[in-house]
């Protein structure tokens, strides 16, 4: 409709003001509404790749976001795209995974947008659970908590990990 292109391309034209005046586009807050995805390098324009997930959100009758941005001032294939509840984008990133889409063959991934302090936990474990399987472990018994602050392997905690102001704490078991 007339209406929502109007709201999409004003939305559109926020983030970029905000991106110009270097202020912070979302909170903490914010973050548990939004969805990152990327593999599009392929779509030289934020305006271009927005278009386009719309287009596959839905095709795929998955609900749309309510605004899309990115992070600096040149669109490097990786949106931001936030959802006026967390269940929406949930269920846009579960669809988008399970759809297994290409763009110029690159793979479309999304996921949900962590606070650097939780992605940092997340990323280490998760390169540490695929290590364990290159090594012989079978990655079925490596359990991660929903947090990331944990790693068990046949229910017994291997790894403790929090983050302090600046840093990243691990603690092995004994």
């Known amino acids: 409709t007339p209406l929502s292109d109007f709201t999409d391309k004003f939305a559109e034209l926020q983030s970029q003001i905000d991106a110009i005046k270097g202020t912070p586009h979302s909170s903490e807050n914010d973050m548990v509404k ?28 998955v609900p ?42 690159k793979q479309i991934w999304a996921t949900q947008d962590l606070p650097i302090p939780t992605r940092a936990k997340k990323m280490f474990l998760l390169g540490l659970r695929w290590q364990l399987g290159e090594w012989g472990f079978v990655k079925r018994e490596v359990e991660i908590d929903d947090h990331y602050t944990k790693m068990a392997i046949a229910g017994k905690t291997v790894v403790q990990v929090s983050s302090v102001p600046g840093d990243l704490k691990v603690e092995w078991a004994h």
């Open 64 to 105: 749309t976001p309510s605004e899309t941005y990115m992070k600096g001032q040149v669109f490097n294939g990786i949106l931001f795209a936030k959802y006026p509840a967390s269940f929406a984008r949930d269920v846009a990133v579960a669809t988008l995974r399970s759809a297994k889409l290409q763009h110029d063959d």
């Open 34 to 61: 939004t969805m990152v995805v990327g593999g599009l390098q392929g779509r030289e324009t934020l305006q271009n790749a927005t278009q386009w997930l719309r287009e596959k959100l839905q095709s795929l009758n």
